[in-house]
């Protein structure tokens, strides 16, 4: 009895110490009861999945065994152009060849890419019996290989079967897919952690993507030693993107309350909404960003900066792919899909690019000061993990406080000043509100409620940042 009794205390306890925001209250260990779906019309469950992942400075030359392990006959390596010519790619090849594995080299990847260069990539997965896929770069090579290597095994699939509703019919990948190997080179999609591939679908203007845990890659190889290549600027976009993705996933909407609830388990999407589990990942992320972003953007040589943020990359990869994102992102694939003629520093490309991760983060203090009414707590803590001063704050600024934040982290790190400095007015906003529209698996779990007038303020309060 005593023991029980010790048990009920300590219930008790986390119980008071609970976040008592309104998106997050009465929740996670109180139980959501296992009522079947034919009645909830919100989920009662979440599920956690992640690739295996191995870290450490020079472990890419275990690529090759592993691929031999495996009883790999023939292997797609995929990359971009610059990278192609880059230590990362070298080492991996040099493994693959120092292990006898035969491979073909598919180094065409498009930086940002679109449904075209995702059916250039498929068409040459296509042209050849590949029985394991290697990707060695970052977000754009890791998910073109994921698309290639789902439509490579699902030849009768037409393109936009597996693409996210509403753009796509968003079928579940039910039929098996090749092992995929990705070695990332930049610290911030965590896509060697997630089953999401991400492209621009160039008839609407609008980003989308591929969401299935089928997707997942079998292993992870970070090596911090890939992310010493990495441009300034390189270094701060991709750092933007780990910091939202951690912002974003701690302040989801959370899972039992995300609908509809799932009448089957495959059917339970990758992003479920904020969960016990991932609120760990995102927030340890965070804390990672804040001690080592700065550091690892101003100094290329920074190996325990940049080893960090490598690090944090996975976790809040963990984090998200599992809990989700919201507004920022969903708000950031039109502003990617609309460019006109921005020209991105440190990226070696030959078409207008707004990065991924520059796209995300400027709509960010908006977004947070918009979404912090329903978890003001969360809000509140990511501002004190950022560096705020929060002891004296109500909790009604949190928002306030948290854009405040994260302006003057952007504003260190030499931030573009809003979107009109990328190219925007307010002329844009209706195309940009119509290219979030779409955007539902992602803005859907905003723990706020929103309308396109909402949007539009948010995208025409982001023009400027200072």
Same mark, same amino acid.
Request: aromatic share 6%.
């Given at each position: 009895?005593?023991?029980r ?20 209250s ?9 009522a ?15 690739s ?112 996210n ?8 990948v ?5 092992p ?12 060697e952690?997630?089953g999401v ?17 089928? /997707? ?15 441009p300034?600027r ?9 910091l ?22 495959i059917?339970?999407?990758?992003y ?18 804040? =001690?080592y972003?700065?550091r ?37 694939y ?18 207008? /690019? ?23 707590d969360r ?21 306030l ?8 982290f952007?504003?260190? /790190? ?6 009109s ?14 290219g979030t ?6 803005? =859907? /779990? ?8 909402d949007?539009?303020r ?9």
């Open positions: 009895m005593a023991g009794d010790r048990v009920v205390s300590l219930l008790r306890l986390l119980e008071r110490a609970a976040c008592r925001c309104p998106a997050h009465n929740t996670f260990h109180r139980g959501v009861g296992a079947s779906c034919t009645v909830r019309k919100t989920d009662y469950a979440f599920q956690m999945a992640s295996n992942i191995r870290y450490g400075e020079g472990v890419t030359r275990e690529v090759g065994m592993d691929l031999q392990n495996l009883g790999a006959r023939n292997v797609c390596v995929m990359t971009d152009r610059t990278l192609s010519r880059l230590p990362p790619v070298a080492a991996v090849l040099e493994s693959l060849a120092k292990n006898g594995v035969r491979y073909r080299v598919y180094d065409s990847v498009r930086v940002e890419p679109t449904d075209a260069s995702f059916k250039d990539a498929i068409s040459f997965a296509k042209s050849d019996s590949f029985d394991v896929f290697v990707a060695v770069g970052g977000g754009s090579v890791i998910d073109t290989c994921k698309a290639a290597n789902l439509y490579a095994s699902h030849p009768d699939a037409n393109f936009l079967d597996f693409v509703a509403p753009i796509g019919k968003g079928k579940p039910t039929g098996t897919v090749r995929l190997i990705a070695v990332p080179t930049t610290a911030g999609t965590g896509s952690t997630t591939a991400i492209f621009d679908y160039e008839p609407l203007k609008a980003k989308t993507g591929i969401a299935s845990r089928a /997707l997942r890659p079998m292993l992870g190889i970070v090596d911090p030693l890939h992310t010493l290549s990495m300034e390189v270094a701060a976009n991709s750092g933007f993107d780990v939202c993705h951690a912002l974003e996933s701690y302040t989801a909407l959370p899972y039992h309350q995300r609908a509809p609830c799932p009448t089957n388990p059917n339970r999407p990758a479920q909404g904020s969960n016990p589990i991932s609120d760990v990942w995102s927030r340890h992320a965070l804390h990672v960003v804040a =001690k972003m700065k690892a953007v101003r100094d290329p040589e920074d190996l325990e900066a940049r080893s960090s943020m490598h690090l944090a990359s996975v976790f809040a990869g963990i984090g998200f792919g599992n809990a989700g994102v919201h507004l920022c992102h969903g708000m950031s039109p502003i990617a899909g609309n460019v006109k003629t921005h020209s991105a520093k440190g990226y070696s490309v030959e078409h207008p /690019l707004v990065p991924h991760g520059l796209s995300v983060v400027l709509t960010s203090p908006a977004v947070f000061n918009f979404t912090a009414p329903m978890c003001p809000h509140l803590e990511a501002a004190e993990i950022l560096g705020a001063n929060v002891r004296q704050v109500k909790r009604e600024d949190a928002g406080v948290l854009a405040d934040a994260l302006r003057c952007l504003s260190e /790190l030499q931030v573009e000043d809003g979107l400095a990328v190219g925007y007015s307010k002329d844009d906003i209706p195309a940009l509100v119509k529209v779409p955007q539902e698996r992602v803005t =859907k /779990l905003s723990p706020r409620e929103h309308s396109e007038e949007l539009s948010l995208f025409e309060a982001s023009m400027k940042l200072y």
